[in-house]
């Protein structure tokens, strides 16, 4: 008992103190409001799966050094989940025949990298995961960019507070063939358009060199502008087109921030044609806010049935830091409305009786019935954020008649009983 | 991509597939309710932990056989967390100046046990926590049975259904040194009374004998009833004065379902005098439902301030066990109200309008845009669990009038989109 543990949490992961809390649950009710506005369930699972789920798709030096994996004593590998999509991928085919299609499924999961921690990454995070499952069309991939945009709004974010940045992997495709580009160097150049941003423009082009040699000028003119990319291909492109209609779609539908954008790439390697991002235009803190995509092939890796697939993953950090820069976080309040407090030992009960009663007319009422004085009840009221303060005496329960507190307001006002309930 | 993989989740853990969620969401969500209703608000925290907070109260062997524990490649050994307590521990201490008291929390965290799973133990579940810290006084234990009681009525059940069982670890104490049993035979005693309903009384007896000898009838005795240990410590014994003026306070309080029960033990050595367990009174599933106590010492694993605490868990999968073999598990429905579903592939984007209008009205609406037949698309409604259904084609939107379907009562009627807010 002499040497003391550290109160720290473990490295990387938070506490979530009452406060914090608070802003947690605004977050997630919020996500939780809008994606059942259009139509998507909840649906969960345990953070711990098999390991082999990430090992197929995305390969043994992910799940080595990115992950939490470890052997259980059944022998098993396990791995505390890095993302969401394969384990919905995973659900939706151990289903499939008992569910309806078009399956509009939402989670709040909590994710875990491993990682060294820095602003905007943590070891582990909560990400709101939004796909739909089942549509072929592009109203699939309308409907999920609508709900992201409005998940920003309903935030209260304005639509010049962030793009919504668009592109099709199979463009990209596209233009690879155009240019002859070997399939090995196609992912090494998305990896380099993926790191873009991060990089000088002197650096980029150096880069693309190494591997496009005399090529490199068309490849980065083709890149330089949605306008040079379409010249280039030409508009009868398929893919192009079914961008285009995508994108004439948004706009209709009221989108004015929109931007089909060659450089996006997103990290999943099984984005299978469009992928999309919210992006910041902060201009001290541009930067991804979330984003996602179609992924028409994940549910192979359980079953020969295909499964076409649209969804995004928005984190609760970055989330967090964008609506703090924007001033957008809620300001704190207890759920509990009111501290009824004791003026002596010997009224303990009737204090315990009134709150009880209190209690079944919908008020959240917390007690102190310590030998403390009521000065110190109310600065402990005040720390714990709760708005009402009453000292309860024989004579106010008698008479029917309280000093109601309003800490915020520092106000004082005489009710009743049932006055009390209104008030409060 | 040969080889499929299993969509079975990893071992002893659950899939939550939108019925299943829904259930959970209802049992968090009453449980939510009630707390604040009490005047606890929401902490939360990883369940990633430094193994070092379950070893100096648990014990190694605890640590090592029972809870997931894997040295991490800083070379920290974590555990996900088998208990929430500690981490409530650990979090007071670490705030102790800024926090108010009485501090009234609660959370639903996941706990993870390496077992192997059974009914009604899973090695993942879920469990609601309620903690007040800094009250000494009965007052605590009155106000953490009282939110208990509170809970179950709240999900239905009535007072017949459970029993709240009261004993006091200091009155244990009290018997243990009035028969001058040693401190090593007094932990092996109270794991066998622990286990007592487990084993039959002649058993029970031969393994009390090997600790007691001839003093056993006397054990025995004493443990038959509360009337009998009242005889055998005196009715003067303050341990048994305070257990009996929190039995006089929960009666008065309107508790009538309290029994003193001296063969109540709960499974922590943390525990310091009250302890309390709900207990299920069905014939056919006698069995402890959940429960807890009170534990004055935990803080000082990480200083030497003493805070005061009284809580209990009350798990998921038992608790729905109890709310199933009761009937008292609410029927399903989606959150999700209605589909509008197109007519022809011509019609989608009128379809989407209408959908994103009627969302800003409030309503959860899915859209079906498929080239499926109307039919099917019924069909698909039916299997997800959403109650209205409209086919709309350009007529519907030019003269507004919809044919709203009620799936559920196979009844059709015809609605402006104004009334169909309303009825949905």
């Given at each position: 008992m002499n040497k003391k543990i550290d109160t720290a949490p473990y490295k990387g992961v938070r506490d979530f103190y009452p406060k914090a809390m608070h802003l947690e649950k605004y977050l997630f009710s919020t996500m939780r409001t809008v994606a059942e506005r259009f139509g998507y369930v909840e649906y969960s699972a345990s953070p711990l799966e098999p390991a082999e789920l990430y090992r197929a798709k995305s390969g043994e030096e992910i799940v080595n050094d990115q992950t939490y994996t470890f052997i259980d004593r059944g022998d098993r590998e396990v791995t505390l989940r890095p993302e969401m999509t394969p384990t919905v991928a995973r659900m939706v085919a151990g289903q499939k025949r008992e569910l309806g299609f078009p399956l509009r499924w939402y989670s709040i999961p909590n994710l875990f990298r491993y990682e060294n921690p820095q602003r905007g990454r943590l070891r582990e995070h909560y990400q709101l995961n939004v796909d739909i499952f089942g549509v072929q069309g592009l109203e699939a991939e309308y409907e999920i960019i609508s709900l992201a945009s409005n998940l920003m709004t309903e935030f209260g974010a304005t639509p010049t507070d962030f793009s919504i940045l668009v592109n099709s992997r199979k463009v990209m495709n596209d233009l690879f063939q155009n240019l002859e580009v070997s399939s090995g160097n196609q992912h090494t150049l998305s990896k380099l358009i993926d790191k873009k941003a991060k990089v000088d423009s002197a650096n980029f082009k150096a880069s693309i060199e190494k591997v496009l040699g005399e090529k490199t000028e068309c490849f980065i003119e083709a890149l330089s502008s949605s306008k040079s990319l379409i010249d280039l291909l030409g508009p009868e492109n398929e893919n192009i087109k079914n961008l285009m209609n995508l994108l004439a779609m948004l706009s209709r539908g009221g989108l004015s921030n929109v931007v089909f954008s060659p450089t996006?790439?997103?990290g999943f390697d099984?984005?299978?044609e469009?992928?999309?991002?919210?992006f910041d235009t902060?201009?001290?803190n541009k930067r991804s806010l979330f984003g996602g995509g179609r992924y028409d092939n994940l549910t192979?890796?359980?079953?020969?049935?295909?499964?076409p697939a649209v969804g995004f993953g928005m984190g609760d950090v970055t989330l967090a830091d964008f609506l703090e820069s924007h001033g957008l976080i809620p300001e704190y309040s207890s759920e509990v409305r009111l501290t009824l407090a004791s003026v002596s030992e010997e009224n303990m009960e009737s204090v315990l009786a009134l709150a009880q009663e209190l209690r079944t007319s919908g008020v959240n009422v917390a007690t102190d019935t310590s030998n403390r004085s009521v000065g110190d009840k109310i600065k402990n009221t005040l720390k714990l954020g709760i708005p009402f303060f009453v000292a309860v005496g024989e004579?106010?329960?008698t008479n029917n008649i309280f000093k109601l507190k309003n800490l915020a307001l520092?106000?004082?006002?005489?009710?009743?009983?049932e006055e009390l309930v209104k008030f409060v």
């Amino acid at each position: 008992m002499n040497k003391k543990i550290d109160t720290a949490p473990y490295k990387g992961v938070r506490d979530f103190y009452p406060k914090a809390m608070h802003l947690e649950k605004y977050l997630f009710s919020t996500m939780r409001t809008v994606a059942e506005r259009f139509g998507y369930v909840e649906y969960s699972a345990s953070p711990l799966e098999p390991a082999e789920l990430y090992r197929a798709k995305s390969g043994e030096e992910i799940v080595n050094d990115q992950t939490y994996t470890f052997i259980d004593r059944g022998d098993r590998e396990v791995t505390l989940r890095p993302e969401m999509t394969p384990t919905v991928a995973r659900m939706v085919a151990g289903q499939k025949r008992e569910l309806g299609f078009p399956l509009r499924w939402y989670s709040i999961p909590n994710l875990f990298r491993y990682e060294n921690p820095q602003r905007g990454r943590l070891r582990e995070h909560y990400q709101l995961n939004v796909d739909i499952f089942g549509v072929q069309g592009l109203e699939a991939e309308y409907e999920i960019i609508s709900l992201a945009s409005n998940l920003m709004t309903e935030f209260g974010a304005t639509p010049t507070d962030f793009s919504i940045l668009v592109n099709s992997r199979k463009v990209m495709n596209d233009l690879f063939q155009n240019l002859e580009v070997s399939s090995g160097n196609q992912h090494t150049l998305s990896k380099l358009i993926d790191k873009k941003a991060k990089v000088d423009s002197a650096n980029f082009k150096a880069s693309i060199e190494k591997v496009l040699g005399e090529k490199t000028e068309c490849f980065i003119e083709a890149l330089s502008s949605s306008k040079s990319l379409i010249d280039l291909l030409g508009p009868e492109n398929e893919n192009i087109k079914n961008l285009m209609n995508l994108l004439a779609m948004l706009s209709r539908g009221g989108l004015s921030n929109v931007v089909f954008s060659p450089t996006l790439m997103r990290g999943f390697d099984y984005y299978t044609e469009i992928v999309f991002e919210i992006f910041d235009t902060n201009p001290d803190n541009k930067r991804s806010l979330f984003g996602g995509g179609r992924y028409d092939n994940l549910t192979e890796l359980f079953s020969s049935d295909m499964v076409p697939a649209v969804g995004f993953g928005m984190g609760d950090v970055t989330l967090a830091d964008f609506l703090e820069s924007h001033g957008l976080i809620p300001e704190y309040s207890s759920e509990v409305r009111l501290t009824l407090a004791s003026v002596s030992e010997e009224n303990m009960e009737s204090v315990l009786a009134l709150a009880q009663e209190l209690r079944t007319s919908g008020v959240n009422v917390a007690t102190d019935t310590s030998n403390r004085s009521v000065g110190d009840k109310i600065k402990n009221t005040l720390k714990l954020g709760i708005p009402f303060f009453v000292a309860v005496g024989e004579d106010e329960i008698t008479n029917n008649i309280f000093k109601l507190k309003n800490l915020a307001l520092s106000e004082e006002r005489t009710v009743t009983k049932e006055e009390l309930v209104k008030f409060v």
